[in-house]
């Protein structure tokens, strides 16, 4: 978005060196990407990124507050609710449009928040890669705070394994081996020695809980979860251990934090740079101008579920209206100048809270790249200069 350095990009860009990007990656990790890396990072000036970090900084004040606790009990699905100490959560990502303002300056709009991990290893990795392939200047970094590889490194160790010994921390989702994001999973393994453990292959006994590695009981301490609850209830084999029991076990981060920042937060959220939300269940009539709003499910993810072209009948039909939200569409520019003209794109501000700080930092971006009504990897398969990719900013 700088056109200096856009400019500068696009004339040097070679096929051929993205194509030895991709095949550094498959090398790396083998048969574990199954989603598309876009050709190109993304370059944001000073302006820009102050926009980003004021806007997550007020999101960060909601979400601190001791009253959050009070206003998002009852986002979480009776359902779902997972017993024991919920902590902070010590992951928290923002997703931003980047849009016009009314004076046709680039602006951050919320699009959705999360109190979950995201792709802690991928993104840092592919930022790396896009840096060496691509020789990207000194003048721009992947990070925020200051972060390096060496302490961003040293910042995930400390969130995530913490005092413990890394075998005993297990990095969980359902059937990781086939999940869409499993590279990530790869990557983090790599970089802390966690195990990727399968919630099938979790047991327990009484309060503890265990898994078995070379026929040896390794006792769990903490649970890297990567496990959403809508996932897990498509799948039909039956779990070793009741998730809805407490056990001596520190969540890393809590269930129970998906549910209370989420999609369920943002008719909460009064500032310009969020779209007006509002419940469906709290709707007194439809708005007038439904081309202009995009239906979303409260719980789902990866962009599930999601209505863009919205009518009267699809309000009607909905049976559990306080699961569902109705948001004003924004306008996606498309800002990212490529040699096959304007991409849009949105950008996730990832935050991590450790346990001797005061508030969530920013530490790490992640980057999606689109042409279609649709954000996100599985809707621009078809497409080029699109997909996963990266924020470079201006230091």
């Keep these: 978005m700088i056109p200096k350095i856009r400019d500068a990009f696009n004339e040097n860009y070679t096929e051929s060196t993205y194509t030895q990007l991709q095949e550094f990656i498959q090398s790396n990790y083998p048969n574990q990407l199954e989603f598309r890396v876009g050709e190109t990072p993304v370059f944001f000036d000073q302006a820009l990124t102050r926009k980003l970090i004021d806007a997550s900084e007020k999101i960060v004040d909601v979400v601190i507050d001791p009253g959050f606790i009070k206003q998002s009990q009852e986002a979480i699905p009776r359902s779902c609710f997972v017993p024991g100490v919920e902590g902070r959560p010590h992951f928290m990502a923002f997703d931003f449009a980047i849009c016009n303002d009314e004076h046709g300056h680039l602006t951050p709009k919320l699009i959705e928040l999360q109190g979950f991990a995201t792709l802690f290893g991928f993104q840092e990795f592919l930022g790396r890669a896009y840096a060496s392939f691509y020789n990207t200047t000194d003048d721009f970094t992947i990070y925020f705070n200051d972060h390096t590889h060496t302490t961003y490194l040293a910042l995930l160790r400390k969130v995530i394994i913490g005092k413990c010994k890394p075998e005993n921390v297990v990095l969980m989702d359902v059937k990781p081996s086939i999940q869409k994001t499993r590279i990530d999973f790869h990557i983090l393994q790599s970089y802390l020695g966690i195990p990727i453990v399968d919630f099938y292959a979790i047991k327990a006994d ?190």
């Design 206 to 395: 009484g309060k503890e809980l265990y898994y078995e590695r070379d026929g040896q009981r390794i006792r769990i301490h903490r649970i890297f979860n990567r496990l959403i609850f809508d996932d897990l209830h498509q799948q039909t084999e039956t779990a070793s251990f009741d998730i809805f029991k407490e056990y001596d076990v520190e969540w890393i981060t809590h269930p129970n934090w998906f549910y209370r920042i989420s999609k369920h937060t943002l008719p909460f959220l009064n500032f310009d740079f969020v779209p007006h939300t509002q419940l469906v269940s709290n709707l007194s009539k439809y708005p007038e101008d439904l081309e202009n709003y995009v239906l979303k499910p409260l719980y789902s993810f990866s962009g599930q579920g999601v209505m863009i072209d919205v009518t009267a009948k699809d309000l009607d039909t909905i049976e559990d209206k306080a699961n569902w939200i109705l948001q004003r569409k924004v306008k996606y520019e498309p800002v990212v100048n490529t040699p096959e003209g304007g991409v849009q794109c949105e950008i996730r501000m990832i935050y991590f809270w450790e346990d001797d700080k005061l508030r969530p930092e920013p530490a790490l971006n992640l980057m999606r790249l689109s042409r279609g009504k649709m954000i996100g990897v599985r809707y621009n398969k078809d497409f080029t200069w699109v997909g996963a990719s990266m924020g470079f900013f201006e230091k």
